[in-house]
């Protein structure tokens, strides 16, 4: 995928299903089971979209990332780990999710995470300040849903990257005006025979809040 990671960054990626695949034999966190699957749909999958947004963004510095309804971590807890100078937000209203999500924090040492328990519309100020450089999403809603309910908290300059799998042509079609489609990119998971598509939205020329 030409991602580089360090031996700390490839041990806490492992870790990290080991808890997953451990806490979801009791609370459900995800339908897959079989730790294989969980590396290629949940560790490969997340990690593929960075090259492409590391390219986009041309920065591996600070930035504020909110991932909404999170479930079990993905993409935030991989990015956070394969990108640790970034702040990583992850929100879901399932409290026996964020309860998983505050172990994995605890136990893999990770500063840069942070983990809400509430809707991503009713967010405190002092949980979004000036707002997110990049908010993502990995089936939590259909586009325009996922908009109107985030794109509030999105910086100046920011980018709404939501992931999807098939072109989302009916989404779309669908999404507000108010939106501009940068990019539409397909990705390859290694040994994931499916597609897989990450978008770049920015507002088009509205001002903040009124998406």
């Not at 780990?81 to 937000?89: F, G, H, N, R, S």
């Amino acid at each position: 995928m030409g991602l580089f990671l360090g031996p700390l960054e490839c041990r806490k990626l492992l870790a990290y299903l080991t808890l997953l695949e451990k806490w979801n034999r009791v609370y459900n966190l995800t339908a897959i089971r079989d730790p294989d699957e969980m590396i290629t749909h949940h560790l490969l999958d997340a990690l593929a979209v960075l090259p492409f947004l590391l390219e986009k963004i041309k920065s591996e510095s600070f930035l504020r990332i909110l991932d909404v309804g999170t479930g079990g971590g993905v993409p935030g807890i991989p990015w956070a780990i394969a990108c640790p100078a970034w702040q990583v937000t992850l929100v879901d209203v399932v409290k026996k999710k964020t309860a998983f999500l505050s172990q994995v924090k605890s136990e893999l040492a990770l500063t840069s995470v942070v983990v809400h328990t509430e809707r991503v519309e009713l967010l405190s100020p002092s949980v979004v300040g000036e707002g997110f450089d990049i908010i993502t999403s990995r089936a939590f809603s259909d586009l325009d849903l996922f908009v109107q309910l985030a794109g509030r908290w999105l910086a100046i300059d920011g980018r709404m990257v939501p992931l999807k799998g098939e072109y989302p042509s009916r989404e779309l079609a669908l999404l507000s005006d108010a939106w501009q489609v940068e990019e539409v990119h397909a990705l390859a998971v290694p040994s994931l025979n499916a597609q897989r598509h990450v978008l770049l939205l920015k507002p088009n020329g509205l001002k903040k809040g009124k998406y």
